[in-house]
Nanobody
């Protein structure tokens, strides 16, 4: 069973930065596709960034150039560096994982493609 625990959320003003971390169980980070999703009140959960377990990375258009997804295999953690935050980034942020194949595997970006989820961490950006 894969367990995911997010941390690093909080309240910041527009233009500020936050760094989210997802602590994963076992060898999840080095063995699974992983992604960050977010869900604002009244909206669908959407992909923010996703990574296969190699160099494949995809970002939502709304966060390109501002957010960076990365892995710390030694700490078995998935990270999301968020810069130049905007009020529209306000949401609950979730870490997700699923098994994936080799380096050519396209990072999944649909909610239903992921099997394991964390409980989420709240990010609030004020104007």
């Amino acid at each position: 069973q894969v367990q995911l625990v997010e941390s690093g959320g909080g309240s910041v003003q527009a233009g500020g930065s936050l760094r989210l971390s997802c602590a994963a169980s076992r060898n999840t980070v080095s063995s699974y596709c992983m992604g960050w999703f977010r869900q604002a009140p009244g909206k669908e959960r959407e992909a923010v960034a996703a990574n296969n377990r190699y160099e494949g990375i995809v970002y939502a258009d709304s966060v390109k150039g501002r957010f960076t997804i990365s892995r710390d295999n030694a700490k078995n953690a998935l990270l999301l560096q968020m810069n130049d935050l905007k009020p529209e980034d306000t949401a609950m942020y979730y870490c997700a994982a699923r098994w994936c194949g080799g380096s050519s595997w396209v990072p999944p970006t649909l909610r239903e493609e992921y099997e394991y989820w964390g409980q989420g961490t709240q990010v609030t950006v004020s104007s």
